[in-house]
């Protein structure tokens, strides 16, 4: 930027918290966050600086983030949108006092923080910009207002201007700022070659995400069981924590599971990504996701995911040509997999999604990140 300091400003509703002498925030955010960090001079952080629920916190490697105090905000209530009402022009002030102070301005989508930031950004053509949309970018989906209102004035090349929108997937017509751009968890270091697998002993599974409805962890139990029930010895490895956990443990427990599906909580990485080296498939049959991370890590190292086509999914899979996409319906799912074991190459499907995947590295993302912020991307 000759010579001229970079000034980023993010906008986000992750909360940005003091905890022991340190700015904290959830863990994946965190860890882009700091590439992002490591590219500019100087940074501010608009969010909220507390949050009504706990959350599992990490602290950011930047030492030296200035924030601006912006109060949660909801509507999922009344008493929440009264509150709100009076709350919003405060941020709008907060908002235009980080675009006066920024020389780029980093907003994470979608939230109703950003959506603010998104039509406050009107007024700053000339700033260099750039957007995270870390959801569900898929023009068909169904999304909530606010959401397909962000999409809008994002893809609103005369509303917004001099700006990356950052995007999971590719999607067809969209216009001339909106750019595919993966995350990813693991290095060129820890690459490893192509190893087959043995398909004829007992096929393993790894569910490795959040024990909550969206992601329908009872359907992977339930598939496990079917496949059992039909002659195909499989086990599930099923890694994560969330309110579903007990119905998990007394479905296992009723259906005399135990020796089927193991539940092992929340892990660190390296014990997932240990499983995911030797295991056959991965499976996460979600509702919604922005980026699926627990696909893409299983495709890293060989592991045949086996998903919904949600989100970029799809476009992930190679329209099956990398895994297998299934249909959140029992039979057709347990179907699907049979069929795929029966008819397809699962060495080459295997293949092609650790060839795929080892195309999106931590390393690759530190690149990318650093060409937005200095305009070559």
Known sequence: MNNIPLKLLVVTYAPTILFEGKLQSYPPYVNEMD???????????LAPFGYPTKVFLKPFENKNIDRLYIPFVSFHTFRNIVLSVFQIPYIII???RGMFWANHI?????????????IIQIFFP???KSTKYAGNWDPNSNQPWSYR????????????RNMKVLVYGEWPNETNNI???????????????????DYSQPLEFVFAGALVVGKRPLLAVQVIESLNKRGILAVLHMYGDGPLMLELQSYILEHQLEAYVILYGNQDRTVVKERLINAHFNILPSKSEGWPKAVAEGMFFGCIPVATSVSCVSWMLGEGKRGILIAPD????????????THKDLDAMAEAALTWSQQYTFDRLEADIKAVLEGRF
């Not at 209102?149 to 917004?160: K, M, S, W």
């Not at 029992?330 to 074991?341: H, N, Y």
């Open 35 to 45: 590439v992002w960090f490591k590219c500019a001079d100087k940074v501010k952080i």
């Open 94 to 96: 907060q908002l235009f």
């Open 106 to 118: 980093h907003f994470r989508c979608p939230g109703n923080v950003s959506l603010l930031g998104c």
């Open 126 to 128: 000339s700033i260099a």
């Open 149 to 160: 209102l962000q999409q809008a004035i994002l893809r609103n090349t005369f509303l917004t």
């Open 179 to 197: 750019h595919p751009f993966i995350s990813a968890t693991y290095t060129e270091a820890e690459k490893l070659p192509f190893v087959k697998r």
């Open 330 to 341: 029992l039979e057709q799912a347990v179907s699907k997999i049979i069929d795929t074991l």
